[in-house]
């Protein structure tokens, strides 16, 4: 049986992210995490940019959860679609509905990552987490439960992942024509 969370490169690289944090495998917090996951008890999660957040059913109570990564800011995102238009692997890929792999290398040369590659405390990439719960590490049972379920779901929408970011989600065919035209127009200014 495959794992249901984390089917895609993004949904691995982004719960992988949070394992990284203090976590070594068979950590009892992963392991917790992937059977409240796997219970259903993650509800009402919501990805918007720079956080995810959702309530976590553990027995009989239930904590409010969050994990927080900075986003983008709208010039760094206009930088990032310039950079995306003019590589064809990443433009097929996205019109594809898919993030293709090379995106965090292309979108690197401006200065920008989707998703760490691990826990890192520079920040753009810094990742920090809430749970009122009594485990004082950043990553607790509950914060892995909402990782897992919500790798599962950038699974199924991967502009999840640029939203999270403060990226583009709309007209993202449009974006990228008019980037790379405003690119062609600029170097033929220059």
Not at 27 to 32: L, S
Not at 108 to 132: A, Q, S, W, Y
Request: glycine content about 8%.
């Amino acid at each position: 049986m495959s794992d249901p969370y984390g089917r895609t490169w993004w949904g691995r690289k982004w719960w992988r992210a949070l394992e990284t944090i203090g976590l070594n495998y068979p950590d009892q917090r992963i392991v917790k995490g992937r059977a409240l996951a796997g219970q259903a008890a993650v509800t009402g999660m919501s990805i918007e940019p720079g956080s995810v957040t959702g309530r976590v059913r553990d027995g009989a109570r239930t904590y409010d959860a969050a994990i927080h990564i900075p986003v983008y800011s709208a010039s760094a995102w206009t930088a990032g679609m310039t950079a995306l238009s003019l590589s064809p692997s990443c433009v097929a890929g996205l019109l594809a509905g898919r993030l293709p792999k090379r995106i965090d290398e292309i979108l690197g040369e401006t200065g920008m990552r989707l998703l760490p590659k691990k826990f890192v405390t520079e920040d753009h990439n810094r990742i920090t987490t809430e749970c009122p719960c009594a485990d004082t590490r950043d990553v607790c049972a509950h914060i892995m439960a909402l990782a897992l379920v919500s790798a599962a779901k950038m699974d199924d929408d991967p502009w999840l992942v640029l939203l999270l970011r403060g990226g583009p989600t709309r007209d993202l065919a449009g974006r990228l024509r008019a980037a790379r035209l405003a690119s062609m127009d600029a170097a033929q200014a220059a």
